[in-house]
């Protein structure tokens, strides 16, 4: 039976199948198979096993990093002055860089028998979190060493001569890294790379040594003017086959000191004007023995593969700690402000035009901070989820984009003149970083989410993939054929369980039996994933290679793929803080917005996909009974943008980790004054209960003569949040160097 069926049905099936492969380069391969696959593969099943995301333990930190964070983390805040690094030093100041290296800030990821401190994801991501809330450079500078740098690339793949070698130096902070990778050719299209390493032979001191020529242009290399220790990502050669094989070798990261000679770190970037330390790579005949390679000759050609591996850090961890970090500054600024700024009479968050963005805002900063909490509890499991972790990257970035231009609207004037009040202007100044940095946004989005995560998700798909491509075609065709028909039967199920979920509204679509009132939730969620795995299928089934051109249409559906990632976030978060009555209307307000996307982002799948019939059979399986989801009701807005606006439980738990200076740090300012108009407010209502003038009021012993201070001094506080800076031309740098321009 089982030989029949391969002759008659597997084979010719198989032979159709080649033909809709797409073409894909060794880069894109490597991509693929990068990292692991972890809840996105639950997501794209289309039937998720809730009791695994419930088993998933999220958020604990050890003693040693619990007094990291209340000790060297609060003093390295202290010591920051923002408006000192990014407009006046354009640096950090010596003494920090000092108490981050003596401190062992750059040692977080460093395993301790190499003399680091061996911190958990999670607590790497709280670290720069909190960092992130008081300056965006320092952050910078903490993370770089802790994610995708010479680091964490030796732990995953160097050798034990090289680990024993650098990670201390590392660790101890005698070494500073960074990693070149973007050239002025290449940046996400690896196989345009042209910087080059070629194996030759040299003598030196006497002795022939094998090494490496590398000439390289690389730019945008955060670091780079600082580092010692230089991660360089080349295309190596052996023309002459010193090395005994191909030719072109290929992409090779090599270790590289910064002082070898030919090499230039020295010069340095301005990314959109900020004082993080960026730089080029440039390099003409620099040499370096061939034990450099990292990993040895054993990772010759796997560069690619490395750099694929290691990007869960950045993607996972930094970039999404830091854009959490600009939402909750948001979030608290922006309903503090909202309260403290009065216009008409009113403070301007009683404006529903103002109460809009505020619930964005506050929306996002809880999914976004429960999607960072979910991903770290992941990496902290053992994975290395590639297709999350880009998610992570283009979406937490993306929605700090909106979150900010939302607060930048709410402050107006108060935040766009720059100056040491300002709490603002850097996190937009710095966005365009975020987005562009680790895989362009539009890149991340249209190519690698839905690319990589439709091929790694699929239970069966890579494995018909491999068979197709097997050289023995038999055992190829076995394969094959074991696959096709579990993926028959997958599909069955998939498709009958989307129309049926469609004809009753998802009602009885799974979800956990612990789950009480979140049940509804849990089984939209389902239903969602069950709707993906149906159109993804019809997708890759009808489109075949093509799809890898309809960037367009992968885009929607990677973004259907984010958005219910993003939404089982919010639900563990909300399971695994006991499901705090505060934060109910967040999670409804989230789910509301997040299912109205979701269908959205289906109805243009469908409408823009090729063929009517196609269009036609979509629609039966996907909305039989159409699609009626709806965004957040203006009541439901009103109510999340409340609890910004007054004292609460969710008021404190929004502005969790943000750090609070003293003195005339802006964030300590608006929380004075906040807490100075409302006790202003309740003392103002007893004056007005008790219809007398506010001048009469402590000799008819309304208030006594310390409340009546109270509310004079409220004024002042009031006003010192709402002034904004202004300077002699010949007190500021930016203008002294346009008088001296001119």
């Known amino acids: ?316 961890i930094s970039l999404p700690s830091m854009s959490c970090a600009g939402a909750a500054v948001a979030a608290y600024s922006s309903g503090t402000y909202a309260r403290i700024r009065e216009q008409f009479g009113l403070p301007i968050g009683m404006f529903e035009g103002v109460r809009e963005p505020l619930a964005r805002i506050a929306s996002s900063a809880y999914l976004l901070d429960a999607a960072r909490l979910m991903t770290t509890a992941g990496l902290d499991a053992g994975e290395k989820p590639a297709v999350v972790s880009a998610i992570m990257k283009y979406h937490a970035t993306e929605r700090l984009r909106q979150v900010v231009n939302d607060a930048m609207d709410i402050h107006g004037g108060k935040a766009i003149v720059e100056g040491p009040r300002n709490h603002l202007a850097t996190i937009y100044k710095a966005l365009p970083v975020a987005i562009t940095v680790e895989g362009a946004n539009i890149l991340t989005r249209s190519l690698i989410i839905f690319g990589q995560g439709s091929i790694r998700c699929h239970p069966y798909l890579l494995d018909e993939m491999k068979a197709v491509q097997n050289p023995d075609p038999e055992e190829g065709l076995k394969a094959f054929d074991k696959a096709l028909f579990a993926h028959i039967a997958h599909d069955i199920r998939n498709f009958s369980r989307s129309l049926f979920h469609g004809l009753t509204f998802g009602r009885f679509a799974n979800a956990p039996s612990d789950a009480g009132e979140l049940a509804p939730y849990y089984r939209q969620l389902t239903h969602a994933s069950t709707r993906l795995a149906v159109i993804s299928e019809m997708a890759l089934g009808i489109l075949g290679g093509s799809l890898k051109r309809k960037e367009a249409l992968s885009g929607r559906l990677g973004d259907i793929l984010a958005d219910i990632y993003l939404l089982c976030a919010v639900l563990k978060r909300f399971e695994a803080e006991g499901r705090q009555a505060c934060e109910k209307p967040l999670v409804e307000f989230c789910f509301q917005d997040g299912l109205h996307r979701i269908q959205e982002r289906l109805r243009a799948v469908i409408r823009h996909f090729p063929g009517w019939h196609w269009r036609v059979i979509l629609r039966v399986f996907i909305s039989p009974l159409g ?116």
């Open 627 to 742: 699609m009626y989801r709806r965004a957040p009701s203006d009541r439901l807005t009103n109510s999340v943008a409340e609890l910004l606006l007054e004292p609460s439980a969710l008021h404190d738990r929004l502005a969790r980790g943000v750090y609070m200076g003293e003195g005339a740090d802006p964030l300590a300012t608006l929380e004075r004054a906040f807490h100075a108009i409302i006790r202003r407010d309740e003392l103002l209502k007893r004056v007005k209960d008790a219809d007398i003038d506010l001048e009469k009021a402590v000799e008819a012993g309304v208030l006594n003569k310390s409340e009546y201070d109270e509310i004079k001094e409220a004024a002042s506080l009031i006003r010192e949040a709402l002034v904004t800076d202004d300077f002699e031309s010949s007190d500021n740098a930016a203008f002294a160097s346009i008088q001296a321009a001119q």
């Open 1 to 316: 039976m089982s030989s029949w069926r391969r002759r008659l049905i597997s084979k010719p099936v198989m032979a159709w199948y080649a033909g809709l492969l797409p073409e894909m380069s060794p880069t894109e391969a490597q991509a693929i198979e990068a990292g692991t696959v972890w809840w996105d593969k639950e997501i794209m099943s289309g039937r998720p096993d809730w009791a695994r995301l419930q088993a998933l333990e999220t958020g604990k930190l050890s003693q040693a990093e619990t007094d990291f964070i209340d000790g060297p983390v609060h003093k390295l805040c202290a010591m920051l002055d923002d408006w000192e690094v990014e407009h006046g030093l354009q640096d950090l100041p010596r003494p920090v860089w000092d108490f981050m290296v003596s401190e062992g800030f750059f040692a977080m990821i460093i395993p301790e028998e190499y003399g680091g401190k061996g911190f958990s994801a999670y607590a790497h991501s709280q670290i720069v979190r909190m960092i992130g809330t008081r300056s965006i450079t320092a952050a910078i500078t903490v993370m770089v060493p802790n994610s995708l740098g010479p680091g964490e690339l030796l732990m995953l793949y160097g050798t034990d001569e090289q680990k024993s070698r650098y990670l201390p130096r590392l660790a101890s902070g005698e070494d500073i890294p960074c990693f070149a990778l973007t050239g002025v050719e290449a940046g996400s299209d690896a196989s345009a790379m042209t910087d080059q390493g070629v194996v030759q032979e040299r003598e030196i001191d006497g002795q022939t040594v094998l090494g490496i020529s590398i000439t390289c242009d690389k730019r945008y290399i955060t670091l780079a003017p600082v580092a010692t220790l230089v991660g360089l990502a080349v295309r190596l050669r052996d023309p002459d086959g010193l090395l005994g094989g191909e030719e072109d070798l290929g992409i090779t990261v090599v270790l590289v000191p910064a002082d070898t000679p030919g090499l230039d770190t020295g010069r340095r970037h301005l990314p959109c004007g900020l004082a993080f330390q960026n730089g080029p790579v440039r390099g003409k005949d620099v040499f370096v023995p061939i034990d450099q390679i990292l990993g040895g000759k054993e990772q010759i050609g796997e560069g690619w593969k490395m750099l694929m591996g290691a990007l869960a850090a950045g993607r996972g």
